[in-house]
């Protein structure tokens, strides 16, 4: 028995929104993905302006926040993937920020 692998296509990212406590992406394949903004901590401490402040990048792939250095892939949230960066990271980041 052989199973063929097909290949998947991952949509593009068109559109973001960031709320005080969700990060929402629309794809171009109509869906729209809604996760917890606390999956993203950078965000979760960015300020509301710097939140909106994205582009998307990787002619889709992924979505930037240049002043919070953040990149989320579209791949990673379609498979539920959470930020992996430490605690020691963020506490870091954090002490640079002030």
Do not use: C, N
Not at 29 to 38: A, F, K, Q
Not at 61 to 76: A, T, Y
């Amino acid at each position: 028995m052989s199973i063929l692998a097909s290949e998947v296509r991952i949509p593009d990212a068109v559109d973001v929104t960031v709320t005080a406590d969700t990060l929402a992406v629309e794809l171009s394949d109509g869906r729209t993905i809604t996760v917890p903004l606390d999956w993203f901590p950078r965000l979760s401490f960015g300020s509301q302006d710097q939140r909106q402040r994205w582009r998307i990048i990787g002619s889709g792939q992924g979505i930037h926040w240049e002043d919070l250095d953040e990149d989320i892939s579209v791949e990673g949230l379609l498979a539920g993937k959470p930020s992996a960066e430490s605690q020691a990271s963020i506490r870091k980041w954090l002490a640079e920020r002030s």
